[in-house]
């Protein structure tokens, strides 16, 4: 099967914006609020929506965090390969704040699970709301939903979602590869 | 990302310079767990950990236990005085059937240079050394380097002198390959009969004099003068070896440039390093400790990695 783009480049920057309004709705100018996006992939859309929200509320001070999971895995040890460990960096406490957890692909939810128990170490939030650009729904392992998202997609296992980022490959784009191409 | 060359971390010569860079950046990973408010993370919480310390210590002792803490390792300590080595059970025995309660990973200190080494040849379980006798102390020489670098950046190009009782010591066993491998420059300092012979041969020079020897440095490392491990007299008495080699701030203020000043404990103050530069800004004495935590967290996890 040819490799699907699911979200191009104009409608990843209308995506952003719908998820920007939804989060707007639900925090206003988020003096209570803060954004935490997960290490590695994570943090690239955390940015993005961070300073998206910055300009449209024409803010400065919302507070945004980068968390690193790999300590906290469920997997460690299981893969054969080490695992390299990424940058925290959360300079604000999380004591009784409302904590937008935010990456990029939803898919069996265990990451989301590590990344729970990782914030707990940094204080008790008053709650957590997850914000994903891709929901692969038919491959949960975990109860774990987001309540924002960007797209739901249904895809078999043998399939991988892709998400790129101007930043790092050159365009915003989503699409879906089955491995047997590669 | 690349695992780390070694199944244990026996000796900083074993090592190669991707290995210790891998050790460096895990260890930023911890020391800022170390700031958080809850300061552990569950990674190692299936490994159990046995501190064996066949001779005494204080600080390393306190750092790896620390370290296996926040990792959430179980930990087992022994020390063998009240054990059964007093009866005269062989280390191998001992460790084996340390082994045989199902421990993964084993931390020794032993005043036989080598012994870890010779244990790693027998047993399964990941070695760290905790100090072998006057040979090698890695995880001190990956903290003093760890240290270095946080102040400076990097160890390229850096000129680092160690002072004192070169021959005894397993810190400057571990410090001079370190810091060769990562690019700076060694000079060693100290009276002739505490220089070992082969000192050129691991990549240090010599400078008798402690004044040009300072001049010529940016960072001095001082090392403590160790009467337990010498048999006979090197030096004549520790108050000629102060006069000639000690650290003291007017010498310091008499050299025009700003010099770190490290120690790696316990500090016999007075003898050869004096209370106004220990406890002074020049100093990261504490950093070193500090660090230490982290560096060995660092080496804990990677080397339970490696299974």
């Given at each position: 099967?040819?490799p699907?783009?699911?979200?191009?480049?104009?409608?990843?920057?209308?995506?952003?914006?719908?998820?920007c309004?939804?989060?707007?709705?639900?925090?206003?100018?988020?003096?209570?609020?803060?954004?935490?996006?997960?290490?590695?992939?994570?943090?690239?859309?955390?940015?993005?929506?961070?300073?998206?929200l910055?300009?449209?509320?024409?803010?400065?001070?919302?507070?945004?965090?980068?968390?690193?999971?790999?300590?906290?895995?469920?997997?460690?040890?299981?893969?054969?390969?080490?695992?390299?460990?990424n940058?925290?960096?959360?300079?604000?406490?999380l004591?009784?704040?409302?904590?937008?957890?935010v990456?990029?692909?939803?898919?069996t939810?265990?990451?989301?699970r590590?990344?729970?128990?990782?914030?707990?170490?940094?204080?008790?939030?008053?709650?957590?709301?997850?914000?994903?650009?891709?929901?692969r729904?038919?491959?949960?392992?975990?109860?774990?939903?987001?309540?924002?998202?960007?797209?739901?997609?249904?895809?078999?296992?043998?399939?991988?979602?892709?998400v790129?980022?101007?930043?790092?490959?050159?365009?915003?784009?989503?699409?879906i590869?089955?491995?047997?191409?590669e | 990302?690349?695992?780390?060359?070694?199944?244990?971390?026996?000796?900083?010569?074993?090592?190669?310079?991707?290995?210790?860079?891998?050790?460096?950046?895990?260890?930023?990973?911890?020391?800022?767990v170390?700031?958080?408010?809850?300061?552990?993370?569950?990674?190692?919480?299936?490994?159990?950990?046995a501190?064996?310390?066949?001779?005494?210590?204080?600080?390393?002792?306190?750092?790896?236990?620390?370290?296996?803490?926040?990792?959430?390792?179980?930990?087992?300590?022994?020390?063998?005085?009240?054990?059964?080595?007093?009866?005269?059970?062989t280390?191998?025995?001992?460790?084996?059937?340390?082994?045989?309660?199902?421990?993964?990973?084993?931390?020794?200190?032993?005043?036989?240079?080598?012994?870890?080494?010779?244990?790693?040849?027998?047993?399964?379980a990941?070695i760290?050394?905790?100090?072998?006798?006057?040979?090698e102390?890695?995880?001190?020489?990956?903290?003093?380097?760890?240290?270095?670098?946080?102040?400076?950046?990097?160890?390229?190009?850096?000129?680092?002198?160690?002072?004192?009782?070169?021959?005894?010591?397993?810190?400057?066993?571990?410090?001079?390959p370190?810091?060769?491998?990562m690019?700076?420059?060694?000079?060693?300092?100290?009276?002739?009969?505490?220089?070992?012979?082969?000192?050129?041969?691991?990549?240090?020079?010599?400078?008798?004099?402690?004044?040009?020897?300072?001049?010529?440095?940016?960072?001095?490392?001082v090392?403590?003068?160790?009467?337990?491990?010498?048999?006979?007299?090197?030096?004549?008495?520790?108050?000629?070896?102060?006069?000639?080699?000690?650290?003291?701030k007017?010498?310091?203020?008499?050299?025009?440039?700003?010099?770190?000043?490290?120690?790696?404990?316990?500090?016999?103050?007075?003898?050869?390093?004096?209370?106004?530069?220990?406890d002074?800004?020049?100093?990261?004495?504490?950093?070193?400790?500090?660090?230490?935590v982290?560096?060995?967290?660092?080496a804990?996890?990677?080397?339970a990695?490696?299974?």
């Amino acid at each position: 099967m040819k490799p699907r783009i699911i979200l191009d480049s104009s409608k990843f920057a209308l995506t952003i914006d719908r998820l920007c309004h939804q989060l707007i709705e639900q925090h206003q100018d988020f003096s209570q609020s803060c954004i935490i996006g997960v290490q590695p992939r994570g943090i690239f859309l955390a940015e993005r929506i961070h300073s998206r929200l910055q300009a449209i509320l024409r803010k400065k001070d919302i507070n945004y965090g980068k968390l690193d999971i790999t300590l906290y895995r469920d997997d460690f040890r299981q893969k054969g390969k080490p695992m390299t460990t990424n940058e925290t960096d959360i300079k604000f406490p999380l004591e009784d704040k409302n904590v937008i957890l935010v990456d990029d692909v939803l898919y069996t939810g265990r990451t989301i699970r590590a990344a729970l128990d990782a914030m707990l170490d940094f204080g008790r939030p008053k709650d957590v709301e997850l914000l994903v650009l891709i929901d692969r729904r038919l491959q949960r392992h975990l109860p774990i939903q987001a309540k924002y998202v960007g797209k739901v997609i249904d895809s078999i296992t043998t399939e991988k979602v892709k998400v790129e980022w101007k930043e790092t490959d050159g365009q915003d784009k989503v699409w879906i590869v089955s491995e047997n191409n590669e | 990302m690349s695992a780390l060359s070694q199944k244990h971390l026996i000796a900083i010569k074993d090592l190669q310079k991707s290995d210790i860079e891998l050790i460096f950046q895990t260890a930023d990973t911890f020391k800022e767990v170390l700031q958080r408010p809850i300061k552990k993370v569950p990674s190692l919480r299936d490994i159990t950990i046995a501190n064996l310390f066949f001779e005494d210590s204080t600080r390393t002792r306190i750092s790896f236990e620390l370290a296996e803490k926040r990792l959430s390792a179980d930990t087992i300590n022994f020390s063998a005085s009240g054990s059964s080595v007093k009866k005269g059970e062989t280390l191998l025995d001992t460790v084996n059937n340390i082994l045989a309660m199902k421990v993964d990973m084993i931390v020794m200190r032993h005043s036989s240079s080598g012994a870890q080494s010779f244990l790693s040849n027998h047993i399964k379980a990941n070695i760290i050394n905790a100090g072998d006798g006057t040979h090698e102390h890695p995880t001190q020489g990956l903290l003093d380097g760890y240290s270095v670098r946080e102040k400076f950046g990097s160890l390229k190009g850096l000129n680092y002198l160690i002072i004192g009782d070169i021959k005894h010591s397993r810190v400057a066993g571990s410090d001079i390959p370190l810091m060769t491998k990562m690019g700076a420059k060694v000079k060693v300092c100290g009276p002739p009969t505490l220089i070992p012979k082969y000192i050129e041969e691991m990549g240090a020079t010599y400078e008798p004099n402690l004044k040009k020897a300072l001049e010529w440095c940016d960072v001095a490392n001082v090392l403590r003068i160790q009467l337990e491990r010498m048999d006979i007299k090197f030096i004549p008495s520790l108050r000629e070896y102060s006069i000639f080699y000690g650290v003291n701030k007017d010498l310091l203020d008499s050299i025009k440039k700003d010099i770190t000043i490290m120690h790696p404990g316990p500090i016999n103050r007075g003898v050869e390093l004096n209370s106004d530069v220990a406890d002074s800004k020049q100093s990261i004495i504490l950093q070193q400790v500090e660090n230490g935590v982290a560096i060995r967290m660092a080496a804990l996890y990677l080397l339970a990695d490696r299974g």
